[in-house]
C-alpha cells in the first residue's frame, strides 16, 4: 500500500460522490494525473464491492492510462503464502514466489471520451485499492 501512497504526487484534487465505504483521492504532478480508490471497512462492519464512475472533466487527450490494485486477487502475498502451504521457515524460492505475487502490476484500462470529459467505471473490491494513472497530452 505505501508504494501506491507515495506515487499520489504533491498535490490533491477535489473528488465528488458518495459511497459508504470507498474513499477516493486525486492528485496531478506534471501531466500525470494519479486517482486512488479505496473501499474498506473495520471488522464486523458491513462491505460489499463496488464500482465507482470516475470523470474527469477539462482532459482534452489522455496519452495512456493504466491501473495497479491491491485486492484479494491481485499483489496478495499472504494469499500465495496460504497456498503453499504456509511455511514457517522461507526458503529463497518462496522468497522469491511470495516477491512475485506482492508485486503491483500495471494494466492498461480505456477510458470512455468527450469533449472535455474523461470516465470510466472501476470495480474496486472489498477491503480492495486501485490506482489509476492517467498520462495527460
Request: aromatic content about 6%; cysteine-free; proline content about 4%.
Amino acid at each position: 500500500a505505501s508504494a501506491i501512497l507515495q506515487r499520489l504526487g504533491g498535490w490533491s484534487l477535489a473528488v465528488a460522490g458518495h459511497y459508504r465505504t470507498v474513499d477516493g483521492w486525486g492528485s496531478r504532478s506534471g501531466r500525470f494525473f494519479r486517482t486512488l480508490l479505496t473501499n474498506g471497512a473495520r471488522p464486523r462492519h458491513a462491505i460489499r464491492d463496488e464500482i465507482v464512475r470516475l470523470q474527469l472533466s477539462g482532459v482534452k487527450e489522455i496519452r495512456t492510462a493504466h491501473i495497479e490494485r491491491i485486492d484479494e486477487d491481485h499483489a496478495n502475498a499472504r494469499r500465495a503464502w496460504i497456498e503453499m502451504g504456509q511455511p514457517g521457515v522461507l526458503l529463497p524460492r518462496h522468497v522469491a514466489a511470495l516477491e512475485t505475487a506482492s508485486a503491483l502490476i500495471k494494466t492498461p484500462v480505456v477510458w470512455e471520451a468527450s469533449p472535455d470529459l474523461a470516465s470510466l467505471d472501476v470495480a474496486v473490491p472489498a477491503q480492495g485499492m486501485a490506482l489509476l494513472t492517467l498520462e495527460l497530452a
